[in-house]
């Protein structure tokens, strides 16, 4: 989606070290998402905040963190405390209304060797 | 938060329509459905959303009966390009008290020449 960008698409680290992963969005939507997909599986909720400054846990936060200082950016930190960490990583954002879809990036591939 | 079922897999070949049954027997009142299409190291993207009867747009139609306890996503004409992950998503809400939409594995569309 071209009003969401994540960077970087492929990103390598060393296990222990912290790794952040960005996410920006010039759609002006409140809500931001964070999921974690891995091989074969579907998305799991890693955190999402709904207005800026506010941010809650999703099904799997342990091991990660974020921050939401603005409205276009949702950044996520992968700490050396998640114990699995590589993954792929989409990011989404979806209107105010409850209902309303969400919208992804295109991902980030994150390996840790 | 209502749990869906779809089918793990499916074939078709190029030019037939394609349907895949997602069932949601707890949806609640106030739940939409909501389907997905996600291709290899992309984010998932929006096909379709209803309440209930019949939606159509420009790529899908969405059956969706009377008793709400399962939808159709109905694909016309399929074409190789067409080979992806399609999700069914039930729920009002991607996040917090109101229950987390899940993701499950999705159904994998193999199209064939």
């Known amino acids: 989606d071209g009003g969401i960008t994540q960077s970087p698409k492929y990103l390598f680290r060393k296990e222990g070290q912290n790794v952040t992963l960005s996410c920006e969005q010039n759609l002006n939507h409140d809500a931001m998402y964070w999921y974690r997909q891995d091989p074969g599986q579907g998305l799991r909720l890693i955190y999402y905040s709904q207005i800026v400054n506010d941010f809650q846990k999703g099904d799997i936060a342990e091991g990660y963190s974020v921050s939401r200082e603005k409205k276009e950016s949702f950044p996520l930190t992968v700490t050396s405390a998640q114990k699995n960490p590589t993954a792929f990583y989409l990011c989404?954002?979806?209107?105010?209304?409850?209902?309303?879809?969400?919208?992804f990036g295109n991902g980030t591939r994150l390996t840790v060797t | 938060l209502a749990k869906t079922t779809q089918p793990i897999s499916m074939d078709s070949y190029e030019g037939q329509e394609v349907n895949i049954t997602c069932s949601h027997n707890?949806?609640?009142?106030?739940?939409?459905i909501t389907w997905y299409q996600q291709f290899p190291s992309q984010g998932p993207r929006f096909i379709i959303q209803?309440?209930?009867t019949k939606v159509t747009n420009e790529v899908a139609s969405l059956f969706i009966p009377a008793d709400r306890k399962s939808s159709t996503l109905s694909l016309p004409r399929v074409s190789l390009s067409d080979t992806a992950v399609y999700y069914c998503?039930?729920?009002?809400?991607?996040?917090?008290?109101?229950?987390?939409?899940?993701f499950g594995k999705g159904t994998k569309l193999s199209v064939k020449p």
């Open positions: 707890n949806i609640a009142t106030n739940d939409y």
């Open positions: 209803g309440y209930k």
């Open positions: 998503l039930v729920g009002a809400n991607y996040g917090g008290s109101q229950g987390n939409l899940i």
């Open positions: 989404a954002v979806r209107m105010g209304q409850k209902h309303s879809p969400l919208h």
